[in-house]
């Protein structure tokens, strides 16, 4: 449940800064550009510069020039800008799935008890318990996922938005029969499909019980990329489109190349350094408060009967 509104919040903050970003555009700075939108300052240092990129590509593949393979190739030189980092990052992530599942016997009983706790000390105490465990044996809270990545393309994607939104030659232009300007469903069903295998192929050699909690976690950034690229200008869906391509190919470059070296690296550090056990938290129940009764007198039945007798 953590992990999803984490994801859930990464997701929030992705929409919320690309809608933001794009709405500035809008501040009125008292100039029309030619395209007839009003624009501020956002624009002039991100959508401007972005524009001018597209269009120099673009005509270095002919006359007239070619804005969808400019597109293409700004995303290719992104994600190879990005490789590093997102497989550094791929590869804790794996360490950490690794190392987690080798205490996870300790982690499921502190979640027994967790469960079965009746007061907040209890559960507070519990988990305390389950991050001294994680820490102890190495093991991030946040199991190795980072949103850096997602973060540093922020401003591409408000950068592409803009160039194609308020440029006439890039919004009017189009690719394969594909107007960039324009929303286009098949663009933004082949986005969130790309992204739905990537997810697919990251599950991939993970232990079962894993593989049940990122299934819910690796379906919401497809779902989050179909609804971006499906309100946004089919330019900006073909970057989505083609940056799961390649994200594909950096997942299985992570699976095959990666995944075994990492697993036997960290089953040969755990031989040496077998996971710590943690002293359990003692919770001494509260003792039940005794409930005062009030002692009535008793009632001698056969007083009245001894009464009349006399």
């Given at each position: 449940?953590?992990?999803?509104?984490?994801?859930?919040?990464?997701?929030?903050?992705?929409?919320?800064?690309?809608?933001?970003?794009?709405?500035?555009?809008?501040?009125?700075?008292?100039?029309?550009?030619?395209?007839?939108?009003?624009?501020?300052?956002?624009?002039?240092?991100?959508?401007?510069?972005?524009?001018?990129?597209?269009?120099?590509?673009?005509?270095?593949?002919?006359?007239?020039?070619?804005?969808?393979?400019?597109?293409?190739?700004?995303?290719?030189?992104?994600?190879?800008?990005?490789?590093?980092?997102?497989?550094?990052?791929?590869?804790?992530?794996?360490?950490?799935?690794?190392?987690?599942?080798?205490?996870?016997?300790?982690?499921?009983?502190?979640?027994?008890?967790?469960?079965?706790?009746?007061?907040?000390?209890?559960?507070?105490?519990?988990?305390?318990?389950?991050?001294?465990?994680?820490?102890?044996?190495?093991?991030?809270?946040?199991?190795?996922?980072?949103?850096?990545?997602?973060?540093?393309?922020?401003?591409?994607?408000?950068?592409?938005?803009?160039?194609?939104?308020?440029?006439?030659?890039?919004?009017?232009?189009?690719?394969?029969?594909?107007?960039?300007?324009?929303?286009?469903?098949?663009?933004a069903i082949l986005a969130g499909l790309t992204y739905v295998l990537q997810g697919y192929l990251s599950l991939?050699?993970?232990?079962?019980?894993?593989?049940?909690?990122?299934?819910?976690?690796?379906?919401?950034?497809?779902?989050?990329?179909?609804?971006?690229?499906?309100?946004?200008?089919?330019?900006?869906?073909?970057?989505?489109?083609?940056?799961?391509?390649?994200?594909?190919?950096?997942?299985?470059?992570?699976?095959?190349?990666?995944?075994?070296?990492?697993?036997?690296?960290?089953?040969?550090?755990?031989?040496?350094?077998?996971?710590?056990?943690?002293?359990?938290?003692?919770?001494?129940?509260?003792?039940?408060?005794?409930?005062?009764?009030?002692?009535?007198?008793?009632?001698?039945?056969?007083?009245?009967?001894?009464?009349?007798?006399?």
């Amino acid at each position: 449940m953590k992990r999803i509104k984490r994801l859930l919040s990464y997701g929030g903050l992705f929409t919320v800064l690309t809608l933001l970003l794009s709405a500035c555009t809008n501040t009125q700075t008292h100039r029309t550009p030619p395209t007839g939108f009003l624009y501020g300052p956002i624009y002039h240092w991100l959508g401007l510069p972005m524009q001018h990129l597209i269009t120099w590509i673009a005509k270095l593949f002919g006359n007239p020039p070619n804005y969808g393979w400019a597109i293409l190739l700004i995303t290719l030189i992104v994600r190879l800008v990005l490789l590093p980092l997102m497989l550094s990052q791929s590869k804790s992530t794996l360490r950490q799935q690794h190392r987690r599942e080798a205490i996870k016997p300790q982690l499921d009983d502190i979640q027994k008890r967790q469960a079965a706790a009746t007061t907040p000390e209890e559960k507070a105490a519990l988990s305390q318990e389950m991050m001294t465990t994680m820490k102890e044996n190495g093991v991030s809270m946040t199991g190795g996922i980072g949103c850096l990545p997602l973060l540093i393309q922020l401003p591409v994607f408000s950068a592409l938005y803009m160039a194609i939104q308020y440029s006439p030659a890039i919004f009017k232009s189009t690719f394969l029969g594909i107007s960039l300007g324009h929303t286009n469903l098949i663009i933004a069903i082949l986005a969130g499909l790309t992204y739905v295998l990537q997810g697919y192929l990251s599950l991939v050699g993970l232990p079962a019980s894993q593989k049940k909690q990122m299934q819910t976690m690796m379906m919401m950034s497809p779902v989050m990329t179909f609804f971006i690229a499906l309100v946004s200008p089919a330019g900006l869906g073909l970057y989505f489109f083609a940056g799961g391509i390649l994200a594909i190919f950096q997942t299985l470059i992570t699976n095959f190349y990666y995944m075994p070296r990492i697993k036997a690296e960290v089953a040969a550090d755990l031989k040496k350094n077998p996971p710590k056990p943690v002293a359990k938290t003692v919770i001494t129940p509260k003792p039940k408060p005794i409930q005062a009764t009030e002692s009535k007198p008793k009632r001698n039945r056969n007083a009245g009967k001894q009464q009349r007798k006399r």
